[in-house]
Every structure is written in C-alpha cells, then in structure tokens.
C-alpha cells in the first residue's frame, strides 16, 4: 500500500475548471496504476478515470469524456485530474486511488485498488 494525499479541491462555478493533484510522498506512484474516483452525498463512490504505470493509456466514464484529463508528471511524482467545464453534478468527494498493475494497464474497479486517498471537496456552483 501507498499513502496518498489529495489537494486543489474547491468551489467553482459552473463552467469553471479545477485541478486536482495526487501525491505519493516518499513512494514513486508510477510505480501504480492510478485512479480518479467520486462519492457524491447519498451515492456510491464512482469511477472517474484511470491512468496506467506508463501514462499512455487512460479511460474516463462517460460523463467527463472530453471535459477531464489525467496526466502524470513522473518529476513531481504527482498525477493530476484536470477538470474543464464543470457542472453542477461534478459535485463530490474526489478520491485518489492506486494499486499494482501491469506497466500498460488501466484499472476501473475499486477492487484493483489497494491504497486510497482522503479525499478533496469539489463543489460546482450554478
């Protein structure tokens, strides 16, 4: 398992954008297949988006297609969620997740992931 730390969470507005970050401090977190998950209140913590251990593959769900990106930067140790044209029903706890995964894999279950982070409030005004 990993430790992970979430930050640039916030309120914006509708049709804003936001940032999300995703740290592993003193672990190489390409070293795991990361993944973006939300847990709006009342719901189930959902699937966002993926991204493998090489950073050339990813996968979103169906609602942020086209509006988020994952990314990794390997220097800065960090994957990002970048989040562009957001709506209202983005609104959620957004959790960073990674486990261990073959270097070209993606991952979309809960399940593939055994390290997850604390979350960071997103809230989109309208």
């Known amino acids: 398992q990993v430790s992970l730390v979430e930050s640039g969470g916030g309120l914006v507005q509708a049709g804003g954008s936001l940032r999300l970050s995703c740290a592993a401090p003193g672990r190489t977190l390409s070293d795991y297949v990361t993944g973006w998950f939300r847990q709006a209140p009342g719901k189930k913590r959902n699937f966002v988006g993926t991204i493998s251990r090489s950073g050339s593959t990813t996968k979103y769900e169906d609602a942020v297609k086209g509006r988020f990106t994952i990314s990794r930067d390997n220097v800065r140790n960090t994957v990002y969620l970048r989040m562009n044209s957001l709506k209202p029903e983005d609104t959620a706890v957004y959790y960073c997740?990674?486990?261990?995964?073959?270097?070209?894999?993606?991952?979309?279950?809960?399940?593939?992931?055994?390290?997850w982070g604390q979350g960071t409030q997103v809230t989109v005004s309208s």
């Open positions: 997740a990674a486990g261990p995964a073959p270097y070209t894999k993606i991952a979309i279950s809960k399940s593939n992931y055994n390290s």
